[in-house]
């Protein structure tokens, strides 16, 4: 198996990603105001986890 050439995969992302204008920001999008909550996918819940302040008490095995 061939080693994985990660510089050559870089710069074909990258070229894709600089002709697709993933970097370039769309302002008028943006300040358009609230969104169309009407038009949007049904809502979720998501709850984020917080990591534990201390190792005290966590499992391990």
Same mark, same amino acid.
């Given at each position: 198996? =061939?080693?994985?050439?990660? /510089? ?5 992302w ?10 370039? #920001?769309?302002? =008028? ?5 609230? #969104?169309?909550? /009407?038009?949007?996918?049904?809502p ?8 534990? #302040? ?7 095995g």
């Amino acid at each position: 198996m =061939a080693k994985y050439n990660h /510089k050559k995969s870089e710069k074909k992302w990258q070229e894709v990603w600089q002709k697709e204008g993933v970097y370039e #920001p769309d302002f =008028a999008k943006a300040s358009q105001g609230k #969104p169309d909550l /009407k038009s949007a996918k049904k809502p979720f819940y998501n709850l984020m986890m917080f990591p534990y #302040p201390s190792a005290e008490g966590l499992h391990v095995g």
